[in-house]
């Protein structure tokens, strides 16, 4: 089994992405364990020799942070901020999300200016080697200050209380650590709020989103070149010169993967008595392109915040400094979501447009794909369950950042809703690998009415898979069946 150190050295999205996927087991670096150790002791120092009050370490918290807490409520201060901020409603979110979540709480906590003791990562560590994933839902967070009740949640199983997901079921936190002979975490003066100050719920759902995106915009480029085919569309709009003098990256690599997929296409290649083809087909590199250029930059985003402390307050032993400020405030990834969810959403936009020219009868295909329309309905309503979700994700695109609710007693007087963008992206990004899944059923069948003429070898290849799993219909059959096997072929 590959074990991965927890370092300060920079984390890549590449690299989280082998870690994660891998199962690599986890361990903190010498340097991460010297960081925690030294950060600690000069805050335990700081508290004994320290006489005005510290925010969230010897006061309230939020709008009750002029209120100053006794030396010896210290700890029963933190455990009280777990339990009571444990708020979460709702669906409950996926339980790899969760274990996203305990990976980058843990590399956040490694830098040293959280304040949190070595034993209180190590459990972390450990709830994460051994998949004890705390049951957390999805609703609750304003994305500032960072992901509270989600993070608490997460912290209410550290300390033994709420619920886990532990060997594929649901079971009580108490129970499952009682049997594993761990002992639940006694949080110390700033602990609970270290855990819970923090965007790691946020940048969860952005780097999961990430990672299908990246899979949707690839599989886009492939399925709309069996759709040009299946369409008998044209390829001079791919061709290089044409992008060059309008050198977008996502539009110039987009041109130059349909050509690499339509290459030696005998579809392609033959006489065509049509001059131009409709937007979704001859503008597929200026909207796939521009799509995979806001992925770009919003992977730019999210990896550094993937490289960032997000708590507070602040502890820094080499400046003597403890600073509250507001890292936690999660507008960087707000943006950005909301930003990616509309990319995404066009892919689904342009894909549903070709869908419905594919069933629609035009260039020598029969009307809803089928060889005998009117006894059969063929893909008539595919394309409206395209449209469905399709329709959906505009509702869904409406930002989650433009919004701010104040709260804590205005205290908190502006919040980013970043969570609320991070799980509507989940949404948008699982309609449209539907969206292109049927897509790719509708130009697969579109495609064995141009027999005997085929495609490019290589979306042949393709194409031969996936009709492995979802055969060329002849005559009506229940087609929800095929439209799952074709959205679980692309994802």
Known sequence: MNTHFITTDFLSLEKLQEIFKNGYKIEL????????????????????????????????????????IAE???????????????????????PQIVKLMILLKIQALSYGVSGVCLETVESLVYF???????????????????????????????IGLGEVNYNGKKQNTE???????????????????????????????????????????????????????????????FYPSLHTIRPHKGQIE?????????????????????????????CIPQVHGASKDTLSYVKSVVETELNAVTDNPMVFPDEDL?????????QPLALVLDFLAIAVSEIGNISERRVYRLISGDRGLPAFLVANPGLNSGFMIPQYTAASMLSQNKQLCTPASVDSISSSNEQEDHVSMGANAATKLHRVVANTERIIGIELFAASQALSFREPLKTSPTLQKYLDEFRKIVPIVKD????????????????
């Open 72 to 94: 010896e409520d210290l700890e029963q201060l933190q455990t009280n901020l777990v339990i009571s901020h444990a708020c979460g409603m709702g669906a409950e979110i996926d």
């Open 128 to 158: 994460y080697n051994n998949d004890i994933l705390p049951v957390v839902y999805e609703l609750g967070s304003l994305g500032a200050s960072g992901d509270l009740a989600p993070l608490a949640h997460i912290s209410l199983a550290l």
């Open 254 to 282: 987009t041109a130059k993967n349909i050509r690499k997929f339509l290459k030696d296409s005998e579809i392609a290649n033959q006489e065509k008595a049509h001059v131009q083809d409709p937007y979704s087909f001859r």
């Open 476 to 491: 009506d059959i229940v087609m929800y069946e095929m439209l799952n096997k074709a959205e679980k072929f692309v994802k």
């Open 29 to 68: 670096s010498e340097q991460a364990k010297n960081n925690i150790i030294n950060c600690r002791t000069y805050l335990d120092n700081k508290i004994k020799n320290h006489n005005k009050p510290i925010y969230g370490i010897s006061t309230g918290f939020g709008s009750l942070c002029n209120t100053s």
């Open 175 to 237: 129970k499952v650590l009682a049997e594993l002979n761990f002992k639940p975490v006694k949080l110390k003066s700033k602990e609970g709020l270290a855990l819970m100050n923090g965007t790691q719920f946020m940048l969860a759902h952005a780097i999961t989103a990430v990672w299908r995106s990246e899979k949707i915009m690839y599989n886009a480029d492939k399925i709309a070149s069996l759709s040009i085919d299946a369409y008998n569309g044209l390829i001079a709009a």
């Open 322 to 330: 403890v600073l509250s400020g507001g890292n936690f405030h999660g």
